[in-house]
C-alpha cells in the first residue's frame, strides 16, 4: 500500500502589494512562508517536513512581479516569472544563452509553474531532509551525509554543517553574468550580488541554510549586466536521466572576446558544492587564448577545475562497494566544465 501525503491545514493570505507582503511575514514570524510558483514548497508540505509546514501561506504570484525587461541597463527579471518564460524569452535567448539553456532542464508542467526566484531559493534535494530526518537543515544537530548515502546530492568541495548542493540550474549561470538580486524586506530594497546573496552553509534565524533570506524578505527581481559585444555565454548539465533529475555538475561560462581571443571569463560550477564555485584555474587556461580552443587547453581548463575537490566516502555499504561516495562525480564535474568550455568554439 502506497504511502499517502497530505498537507495540513494553513492559513492563506494574498497580500496587494509587496509591502503588505512584507508585513504579513513580519507578523506570523517563521510561521509563514512565502508561495510563489509552489513546485518545491508544496512537496516538502506533503512530505511534512518540519522546517518546511508553515502555519501561514502569503501568495506573492499577484503582485505583478513576473515581468522580464531588457534594455541599455541589461536584464531584468521579475521574481514570479515561470520558468517557462525565462527559457522562451527572446532577450534572453539572443543575448544571454547561459541563462536560457539553464533553465532547459525541467518538463514543461514544472517549467509552467516554477519561477525564477524560485529556482535560486529552492531547499536542497537531500534525501535525508526531504525524508524529515532530523539534520543541521531540520533543525538537528548532525549531517547524515557525512556517514550515509552522499552519491548524488551532496558536495565533492567540502562543507560546513550541512553538505547538501544548492540545487538550482539558474543560479549558476547567474553568478557566472555577475548577476545581483533585489531584495526587499522591512527597511525597504536592497541589492545584493550573488555571493552576498548564497554566501554558502550560513545560520538564518536560527535555521542552516546557504542563502541570506530572512523570514519576512523577498526577492523581487534578478538583475544582470547587459552583455558586452564580444560576449559569450555557454550552459552545460548532464544528469542521472534526462527526465527531471537535477544535475550531477553543471557548469556556466561568460567570456569577453577580442576578435578571436578571450580576454576574460568567468566559470562556475554548479551542483558540487553548496554554492555554484568559481573555477579560476579553468579561467587562466582560456584567457588570452584563441578560438577555437584547442582540445588540449579544454582539457588543461577542465583538470583544474576540479583541482582541491574533496569527494566524500559512503561506508555504510555493502563490502563490495565500500568507500564509493560521490567521488564519481568529480569526474562528471571535470567533463561538464569540459563541455562547456567547448561550446565556446562554436557560441
Not at 519561477?115 to 533543525?139: F, S
Request: proline share 5%; net charge neutral; glycine share 8%.
Amino acid at each position: 500500500m502506497s504511502t499517502r501525503y497530505e498537507l495540513n491545514p494553513f492559513g492563506y493570505l494574498v497580500p496587494n502589494t509587496v509591502d503588505e507582503a512584507i508585513s504579513m511575514l513580519t507578523q506570523y514570524g517563521g510561521n509563514a512562508k512565502v508561495l510563489a510558483g509552489g513546485s518545491d514548497l508544496l512537496y516538502l508540505m506533503k512530505q511534512q517536513v518540519t522546517t518546511h509546514t508553515p502555519q501561514y501561506l502569503v501568495d506573492i504570484s499577484a503582485l505583478g512581479l513576473a515581468n522580464i525587461t531588457y534594455g541599455s541597463s541589461g536584464l531584468t527579471i521579475g521574481a514570479t516569472a515561470p520558468v517557462l518564460s525565462v527559457q522562451s524569452n527572446p532577450n534572453i535567448v539572443q543575448n544571454y544563452p547561459a541563462i536560457a539553456s539553464a533553465t532547459t532542464g525541467h518538463p514543461v508542467q514544472i517549467a509552467s509553474q516554477a519561477t525564477a526566484a524560485g529556482d535560486i531559493c529552492q531547499e536542497v534535494w537531500c534525501w535525508y531532509l526531504r525524508n524529515n530526518y532530523d539534520c543541521w537543515r531540520n533543525g538537528g544537530d548532525v549531517c547524515y551525509a557525512v556517514q550515509g548515502d552522499n552519491r548524488y546530492y551532496h558536495s565533492i568541495f567540502g562543507g560546513n554543517l550541512c553538505y547538501a548542493v544548492h540545487a538550482g540550474d539558474l543560479t549558476t549561470a547567474l553568478f557566472a553574468h555577475n548577476a545581483s538580486l533585489t531584495v526587499a524586506g522591512p527597511g525597504g530594497n536592497s541589492t545584493l550580488s550573488m555571493d552576498q546573496f548564497m554566501p554558502g552553509v550560513t545560520v538564518v534565524d536560527g535555521r542552516v541554510k546557504e542563502n541570506t533570506l530572512a523570514y519576512n524578505q523577498i526577492v523581487t527581481q534578478i538583475n544582470v549586466p547587459a552583455p558586452s559585444s564580444g560576449q559569450l555565454s555557454t550552459f552545460f548539465r548532464m544528469t542521472d536521466r534526462g527526465a527531471i533529475d537535477f544535475p550531477l555538475a553543471s557548469a556556466a561560462v561568460v567570456a569577453e572576446t577580442s576578435g578571436s581571443t578571450i580576454k576574460s571569463a568567468r566559470i562556475y560550477m554548479g551542483h558540487v558544492a553548496n554554492k555554484p564555485i568559481r573555477a579560476s584555474g579553468a579561467e587562466s587556461a582560456i584567457v588570452n587564448q584563441s578560438l577555437p580552443l584547442s582540445e588540449s587547453t579544454i582539457a588543461t581548463a577542465a583538470a583544474n577545475a576540479v583541482k582541491g575537490a574533496t569527494p566524500l566516502t559512503h561506508p555504510n555499504v555493502n563490502a563490495a562497494n565500500a568507500g564509493h561516495g560521490n567521488a564519481f562525480r568529480v569526474y562528471i564535474a571535470q567533463g561538464v566544465v569540459a563541455n562547456a568550455i567547448r561550446a565556446l568554439n562554436t557560441a
